[in-house]
């Protein structure tokens, strides 16, 4: 019979699991009067390994609502899963799609469910409400949630949110004299944002890259203003009351 080491009894020993761990990657949303922009990397990461160059954070869950996730991998995927059956289980009772404003409040709800032992993940939420406005919701892991004019998240967060508060908001910017900022920017101004705020974090952040996505929701009658030719840009649907989703993919740096 072994007899244990008494060096162990006497200085107990700590074991831990973590469930949880970090895939990097960055997502941001941004709304406008009539139109939402919500965008993502692809990029899968873990410490300074490089799981995969193409794994999305940016989900269509309706004609007129999009949700970016950032996080744990695993939760993301799962949560995005659950959401989109709760989505159609309305859309088979009540034969229509479930407004942007309740599917922020649903998602409140499934992520407080699971208070104690939550989805490791941050959302962002954008699309177009029932009045035809551009709405963007972004939530904490637990459930706390607003709507905002735009939101950042996720590992390079620090560098991006900073640049859209200056960009959206006009922190630290004075107005010229006798004039005054305009409370929403053109579409074609945001798209530009959006793509220099991924540029620049691709740049400084090592968990941020390979590829980007970019949802576009546009109100009923808004158009894209001769923008149909960019380059990677396709459209998803086209609701019956005129709403347009497209979506845009670029590359980043894969270094």
């Given at each position: 019979?072994?007899?244990?080491?008494m060096d162990?009894l006497?200085?107990?020993q700590e074991r831990?699991f973590?469930?949880y761990t970090?895939n990097?990657g960055?997502i941001l949303?941004?709304?406008?009067?009539?139109?939402?922009?919500?965008?993502?990397?692809t990029?899968?990461?873990?410490?300074?390994?490089i799981q995969?160059?193409y794994a999305?954070?940016?989900?269509?869950?309706?004609?007129?609502a999009?949700?970016?996730?950032?996080?744990?991998?695993?939760d993301?995927?799962?949560?995005v899963?659950k959401?989109?059956q709760?989505?159609?289980?309305?859309?088979?009772?009540?034969?229509?799609?479930?407004?942007?404003?309740a599917?922020?409040r649903l998602?409140?709800?499934?992520?407080y469910?699971?208070r104690?032992?939550p989805?490791?993940v941050?959302?962002?939420?954008?699309?177009?409400?029932?009045d035809?406005?551009?709405?963007?919701?972004s939530f904490?892991?637990v459930g706390?949630?607003?709507?905002e004019?735009?939101r950042?998240a996720g590992?390079?967060?620090?560098l991006?949110?900073?640049?859209?508060?200056?960009?959206i908001?006009?922190k630290?910017q004075?107005?010229a004299?006798?004039?005054?900022h305009?409370?929403?920017?053109?579409?074609e101004?945001?798209?530009?944002?959006?793509i220099d705020s991924?540029?620049s974090?691709?740049?400084r952040?090592?968990?941020?890259g390979?590829?980007?996505?970019i949802?576009?929701?546009?109100?009923?009658?808004r158009t894209l203003?001769?923008m149909e030719?960019?380059?990677?840009?396709?459209?998803?649907t086209?609701t019956?009351?005129g709403?347009?989703l497209f979506?845009m993919r670029?590359d980043?740096?894969?270094?």
């Amino acid at each position: 019979m072994i007899m244990p080491d008494m060096d162990s009894l006497a200085h107990p020993q700590e074991r831990r699991f973590n469930p949880y761990t970090e895939n990097g990657g960055t997502i941001l949303a941004i709304a406008g009067a009539d139109f939402s922009v919500i965008a993502g990397d692809t990029r899968q990461s873990e410490g300074y390994s490089i799981q995969t160059r193409y794994a999305p954070k940016v989900f269509r869950l309706t004609d007129r609502a999009v949700l970016a996730v950032n996080g744990f991998a695993a939760d993301g995927n799962m949560f995005v899963k659950k959401v989109k059956q709760r989505l159609e289980w309305y859309h088979h009772a009540h034969a229509k799609d479930m407004p942007l404003r309740a599917i922020a409040r649903l998602i409140q709800t499934m992520l407080y469910a699971r208070r104690f032992f939550p989805y490791y993940v941050y959302n962002i939420l954008g699309g177009i409400e029932e009045d035809g406005t551009g709405a963007v919701y972004s939530f904490d892991p637990v459930g706390s949630y607003e709507r905002e004019a735009c939101r950042a998240a996720g590992a390079a967060q620090s560098l991006v949110q900073p640049f859209l508060d200056n960009q959206i908001y006009f922190k630290n910017q004075e107005a010229a004299q006798g004039t005054s900022h305009p409370s929403h920017l053109p579409l074609e101004t945001v798209l530009s944002i959006v793509i220099d705020s991924f540029t620049s974090a691709t740049e400084r952040h090592i968990e941020v890259g390979d590829g980007l996505e970019i949802f576009i929701a546009l109100s009923k009658g808004r158009t894209l203003q001769g923008m149909e030719s960019i380059r990677g840009l396709q459209e998803l649907t086209v609701t019956e009351d005129g709403e347009r989703l497209f979506v845009m993919r670029r590359d980043l740096k894969k270094d």
